[in-house]
């Protein structure tokens, strides 16, 4: 069973930085694509960022590329996304998802979300 | 930028009776192979999105049959044929040709049972 475990609730300050990992599991990490998303409080999904984990190479959104890094552990089978700079209006709950073949279409398996607050 | 509509915004069911979702993309998802990049995803009360169809008309695997999906282009239908009381939550589709400059979602479509 394709499983992905996220890090717990982040409460942030204004101007610092938040890391949110996203274990794998039931699938292989190698094999697969990560996609990472946000849901502000009754919005729509925003997509942050994307990697296909093999060869680590990473696409960003333009709204969050002079500030978000997104990388891998393969390892550990374990992605990471770190935004930094946060703002209050960063608070969000913070979403991983998988595609177990690399695609960038079909994102099977969801992680259960980060909640980050940002607040001074 | 690719901008991504659904219609209706807002749907109440009753149990047993079908519904339809419209999503509309501002530029064609269809690729030179054939395919449209198009996902739907219902994100259900207090939990994660999950993936119903891909391709456009594919259903994703443990998905039931009474989820379909269609359309070509730049317009698509998600259709539940009989709406169970499950499938309340919000509907999502989102269009995957246009990497690496963006994964579009549609605003969502927020199902409710009558």
């Known amino acids: 069973q394709m499983q992905l475990v996220q890090s717990g609730p982040e409460v942030k300050k204004p101007g610092t930085s938040v890391k949110v990992s996203c274990k794998a599991s039931g699938f292989s990490f190698v094999s697969s694509s990560v996609l990472w998303l946000r849901q502000a409080r009754g919005q729509r999904l925003e997509w942050i960022g994307w990697i296909v984990v093999g060869s680590g190479n990473t696409n960003y959104a333009q709204n969050f590329r002079d500030r978000v890094t997104i990388n891998r552990d393969t390892p550990t089978g374990t992605a990471y996304m770190e935004l930094s700079s946060l703002r209050s209006d960063d608070t969000a709950m913070y979403f991983c998802?998988?595609?177990?073949?690399?695609?960038?279409?079909?994102?099977?398996?969801w992680g259960q979300g980060t909640m980050v607050t940002v607040s001074s | 930028d690719i901008v991504m509509t659904q219609s209706p915004l807002s749907l109440s069911v009753t149990p047993g009776e079908p519904a339809s979702i419209s999503c509309r993309s501002s530029q064609s998802l269809l690729q030179n192979n054939g395919y449209n990049y198009l996902d739907w995803y219902l994100q259900k009360p207090g939990q994660s999105p999950q993936l119903l169809i891909y391709l456009a008309s594919n259903r994703a695997s443990g998905v039931p049959d009474r989820f379909s999906g269609s359309g070509s282009g730049t317009d698509f239908t998600l259709t539940i044929s009989r709406v169970e009381a499950e499938d309340v939550g919000v509907y999502y589709c989102m269009e995957t040709l246009h990497t690496p400059r963006g994964f579009t979602f549609g605003p969502g479509t927020k199902v409710d049972i009558k």
């Open positions: 998802a998988a595609n177990p073949w690399g695609l960038r279409y079909a994102f099977d398996a």
